[in-house]
């Protein structure tokens, strides 16, 4: 092809193409990118046909706006679900929302269905419940000042969506406990170590202090008796051990256990001087199980006796007589023929007196012959 004829044609497809594009802008605009044509013929199209196509295309559905799920609020998993809180003292219930929005955050008491807070604002007459957010977290936090025994139980963090979104929390509120192992008396020897050990249970957190008393009166520790000394080891469960060297008859009474946070424990000490701690133990239930023994014996002894005596043969009235009167005659009978025939000149010789006293000699010796 010769080349004038080629620059011709090169031309004339440049002006179709700013006369289409001119004809696009004094329709309203650009309908799209250039790159969106995929050959220079469907480019060339013109707006007429491309009208026209348009109208023979299926129209889609319009499809309502949807939110995306990853917008919508949600509770942080991590937020703790059991909470345990010391009586008459503060609880906090944490709820912690993510993308919370315009959406609203509320805590119900599920104990009678009851609205406490919404929002910020409080919708109960106990002014004891008290909702705080901060604005730079994610945190709502319901505040029960002086928790009772009686708030204990399920509490529901709601978020105001549709359907509502809950997140549920358990309030436990203990009492600490104190015992003094080994009570309620306890028994030591004279001249030994007293050791009361005094345990402090469910207590969120270890006692401030623990004072100890006998008789009413806190134990001074640096006293002049000396031998006195506490020790204390805190934890979940806070012990803490008096010790008392060298008792004495005076150390005996009444010790008291007295945690910060809990009700005072108490045991009795008797310091003895050689007795034995049964003897000032008071009761005979003792006595009675051995007196109970006892009787239970004879029973049976005199059971068995029976048994016995009515296991024997029948005998003849007197015959069991008359047969030991018979042996004791035999018995008798064989004595008497053993004896000496000069038993009667023995008895003869000893009538004589001291005067015959070598014929009694003589008899005697005949007589063991």
């Known amino acids: ?30 309908q799209g990118p250039i790159e969106g044509y995929n050959t220079l013929e469907e480019m060339m199209m013109t707006t007429t046909d491309r009208a026209q196509a348009a109208m023979l295309l299926p129209t889609a559905p319009t499809v309502a706006y949807t939110h995306p799920k990853w917008l919508e609020p949600y509770f942080d998993p991590s937020t703790p679900r059991n909470v345990t809180a010391l009586m008459g003292k503060n609880a906090y219930l944490s709820c912690r929302v993510r993308n919370l929005a315009n959406k609203t955050v509320s805590w119900i008491r599920h104990r009678d269905i009851h609205i406490l807070t919404v929002g910020s604002y409080t ?69 030994s170590t007293i050791n009361l050990t005094c345990t402090v249970k469910f207590s969120p957190e ?81 006595c009675q199980y051995n007196w109970l023994t006892i009787v239970l014996l004879l029973a049976l002894v005199m059971s068995y006796s029976q048994q016995c005596t009515a296991a024997l043969p029948p005998q003849l009235p007197g015959a069991a007589a008359t047969a030991a009167a018979a042996s004791e005659s035999a018995t008798a009978t064989a004595t008497s023929r053993k004896r000496c025939s000069a038993v009667a000149s023995c008895r003869q010789a000893a009538s004589h007196g001291n005067t015959q006293t070598q014929a009694q000699s003589q008899a005697k010796r005949h007589c063991h012959r």
């Open 206 to 286: 270890p006692p401030a202090y623990i004072f100890w008393y006998h008789h009413e009166e806190v134990i001074n520790y640096d006293s002049s008796r000396g031998g006195v000394s506490v020790i204390t080891e805190k934890g979940d469960v806070t012990t803490s051990f008096l010790l008392i060297q060298n008792a004495d008859l005076a150390d005996s009474g009444k010790y008291s256990c007295a945690p910060s946070n809990a009700d005072v424990a108490s045991v009795r000490v008797h310091v003895l001087n050689g007795e034995h701690p049964e003897a000032m133990q008071t009761g005979s239930s003792g």
């Open 1 to 30: 092809m010769p080349l004038h004829k080629a620059h011709s044609i090169c031309v004339a497809r440049v002006l179709l193409l700013v006369v289409i594009v001119m004809s696009d802008m004094t329709n309203g605009g650009v």
């Open 123 to 191: 919708y109960t007459s106990d002014q004891r419940f008290q909702a705080t957010h901060h604005q730079d977290t994610d945190d709502w936090t319901l505040q029960i000042k002086w928790a009772q025994k009686r708030d204990a139980g399920m509490y529901e963090c709601q978020i105001s969506t549709q359907p509502v979104r809950s997140y549920f929390v358990r309030l436990n509120v203990v009492v600490p406990t104190a015992t003094i192992l080994g009570g309620p008396d306890l028994h030591v020897d004279k001249g």
